[in-house]
């Protein structure tokens, strides 16, 4: 019912702004999620898109309810969008702003300049078809011009070239602004539509005309269900958006996110993730839109990612995200903790009560499935040093060369809390909570979840076996028999080396000259805070659904 009065309200405004002729199209049932296409340094001079399934394209715009207005229709097939500055359409096939840039010596001398005729009227047209009636008398375009619609007609580069050919007709030579847009048949110069309705009003285009189809768009060699918006930011090159229905968009990104085979409520699990990561993400508002199409925000490969089992996952949960005391929850995820989820004020510092860490007995009963469960990394003390000395150098600190690695605290959950280094000065480096957590970057670790075992004391010294080889000691020493038998050395054993020389090993007193290893086991793999993929397909096989799982990784949230 609110929707309702907002979207009479806006109706009234609109007519204000726009004049009678602008009218709305039902807008979607689960609101739109706007992905950036391109933006930034990849911004286009001119953006191609083809019907993949239904036919034609209807333009309009959003208003800030992100419902969508009809202005204009084609039922070309296939159409191309530019920014009002001379674009050439190149063999690539693409439009850009210089001739230049196809530096492969094959130019192409199509065009479409920023330069048009405006036609003169009697009266103001009142509407797309109005404009379009009087266009087509000379094989021009409908424009709508900060709410006046218009008809058009050239695109040519130069103004001088433009006022020889209105002066024939009896036109003016117009632009547009910095913000217009215009749509034309690609690969051609023949404009279709064009838009300028200044910095605030950005051109939508609603593919397809017939709404009993649902209309899937080639662009830049994927498919996307849903809306395509262009934004001139601060006048510059197009920033295209993809205005995506929620529910398609989370389709088309859980296979990205987790296998599609896998149990369905570990799938729909991470379809509330998926929507509660777009209510949460703000890095790109500025650009105007919600969320990129790459990893930096939620990989989403468009309609190619989507298949039946994303589809139902997305459709059983329809809607629902995770919130906590009606805030958006944030809903962390990673692979695979090891045995049980962190504190988030453990990991990044700060603090969200249904971020807690959670004991996981879960992942376990799956373990043979997990990457890096029971993981082995070794480092050589020399190794070690040159990682963390560093580090805690680049700190501003003056440490010497590392010569001792433990851990000191493990958090309630069992995962590694405080660390402490020892260097040759014998000072003392501890590393606690976030701090510990970042030693797993600096160190190249799966998780926050391991054991340290030092090898390699040389408190006795060394024993020497060839050529200044050492062995730390005889106790990690085992003889082979000819057949093959290992048999641990006991006693006093003797060495025998290559050339026959018999003799008695012994320390060499007190030096420190062995290689002290340390041996990393780890078990997870990722930042361990919210919820474990893993844990989640074990919690499925088990027969749980997705709110328990989420509430099981989310102490404290609710669905809705
Ligand atoms: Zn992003």
Not at 353 to 379: A, M, N, R
Request: glycine residues 12%; hydrophobic residues 35%.
């Amino acid at each position: 019912m609110k929707r309702k009065c907002l979207m009479i309200l806006c109706a009234l405004s609109l007519l204000l702004l726009a004049g009678p002729m602008v009218y709305a199209e039902e807008a979607p049932d689960s609101g739109l999620v706007l992905v950036g296409l391109a933006y930034g340094d990849d911004a286009l001079d001119g953006a191609n898109l083809a019907n993949s399934a239904g036919t034609g394209f209807r333009f309009g715009y959003l208003d800030e309810e992100r419902s969508f207005w009809q202005m204009a229709y084609t039922a070309e097939t296939a159409i191309s969008v530019v920014k009002t500055q001379n674009v050439w359409y190149g063999i690539d096939p693409n439009y850009s702003s210089s001739l230049k840039s196809y530096s492969d010596g094959i130019v192409s001398d199509l065009a479409v300049g920023c330069w048009h005729i405006q036609l003169p009227t009697e009266t103001e047209l009142t509407s797309f078809e109005e404009a379009l009636t009087l266009a087509q008398s000379v094989a021009g375009f409908p424009a709508w011009i900060n709410g006046v619609w218009q008809a058009r007609s050239g695109a040519y580069i130069t103004r001088e070239e433009a006022q020889i050919a209105a002066d024939a007709v009896g036109g003016t030579v117009v632009g547009t602004s910095a913000y217009g847009v215009s749509v034309v048949k690609t690969g051609t110069a023949e404009i279709l539509f064009q838009l300028d309705g200044g910095e605030g009003l950005s051109l939508t285009v609603y593919p397809g005309l017939d709404d009993s189809v649902k209309p899937e768009t080639h662009y830049r060699g994927k498919r996307y269900y849903g809306m395509f918006q262009f934004r001139r930011n601060n006048g510059g090159d197009l920033t295209v958006i993809n205005a995506v229905n929620m529910d398609d968009y989370v389709s088309c990104l859980l296979s990205q996110e987790m296998s599609s085979s896998w149990p369905m409520e570990a799938l729909k699990a991470q379809a509330v993730c998926a929507r509660n990561y777009v209510e949460n993400e703000t890095r790109h508002k500025n650009a105007g839109f919600d969320v990129c199409e790459k990893v930096h925000c939620q990989a989403y490969p468009g309609v190619g990612g989507s298949n039946e089992r994303t589809a139902q996952a997305a459709a059983e949960t329809a809607g629902l995200r995770a919130w906590y005391e009606g805030e958006p929850a944030k809903t962390y995820y990673y692979a695979s903790n090891g045995g049980g989820s962190e504190d988030v004020k453990n990991v990044w510092g700060s603090s969200y009560p249904y971020l807690c860490g959670v004991s996981d007995p879960y992942e376990e009963t799956i373990s043979e499935k997990i990457s890096y469960w029971g993981h082995t990394q070794t480092f050589t003390g020399a190794e070690l040093n040159a990682k963390v000395q560093p580090y805690i150098q680049s700190k501003g600190y003056n440490c010497a060369a590392i010569v001792d690695f433990k851990i000191t605290e493990l958090t309630p959950t069992g995962n590694v809390k405080s660390i402490l280094f020892t260097d040759t000065n014998g000072k003392e480096w501890p590393f606690t909570q976030k701090g510990a957590t970042d030693l797993r970057g600096v160190l190249g670790l799966k998780s926050i979840r391991y054991t340290i075992t030092k090898s390699g004391e040389t408190t006795g010294g060394s024993y020497y076996v060839e050529g200044g080889n050492t062995l730390p000691s005889m106790n990690q020493v085992y003889a082979i028999n000819g057949d093959g038998s290992v048999k641990k050395l006991t006693g006093n054993p003797y060495v025998i080396t290559g050339s026959g020389t018999q003799f008695l090993p012994a320390p060499a007193g007190g030096t420190e000259t062995g290689e002290v290893i340390y041996t990393i086991q780890s078990f997870g793999w990722g930042h361990s805070v919210g919820m474990s993929q893993w844990g989640a397909y074990a919690m499925a096989q088990q027969g749980k659904t997705f709110d328990e799982i989420l509430k099981f990784y989310y102490p404290g949230i609710e669905i809705y």
